[in-house]
Nanobody, 129 residues
């Protein structure tokens, strides 16, 4: 049983930074993609970033245009943890942030929530203006 537990959310002023963590358990972690999504009140869950194994010790990361250049996704396979470093936060980044993992190796894609099978409980990020 795969379990994902997010942490690191909170209240921050615009322009500030937060680092989210997602600890995974229940299977070998290193070759599976991990994604971050967010959902604001009244809106659909949207893609933020993913990181997936592309062979050897290489990983590929992709970002939503709205966070590109401000957010960085990374992973520590020894700790079975994926991170989302969020800098230059804006009020429109306010949302519940979820990490997610697929049930199989992900060769293509990674931006759609339907491609993921396991989800964390979410962590609230609030950015004040």
């Amino acid at each position: 049983q795969v379990q994902l537990v997010e942490s690191g959310g909170g209240l921050v002023q615009a322009g500030g930074s937060l680092r989210l963590s997602c600890a995974a358990s229940g299977r070998t972690f290193s070759r599976y993609a991990m994604g971050w999504f967010r959902q604001a009140p009244g809106k659909e869950r949207e893609f933020v970033a993913f990181i997936k194994w592309s062979g050897g010790s290489t990983y590929y990361a992709d970002y939503a245009d709205s966070v590109k250049g401000r957010f960085t996704i990374s992973r520590d396979n020894a700790k079975n943890t994926v991170y989302l470093q969020m800098n230059s936060l804006k009020p429109e980044d306010t949302a519940v942030y979820y990490c997610a993992a697929p049930d199989r190796l992900m060769v293509v894609g990674g931006r759609r929530p339907g491609e993921y099978d396991y989800w964390g409980q979410g962590t609230q990020v609030t950015v004040s203006s």
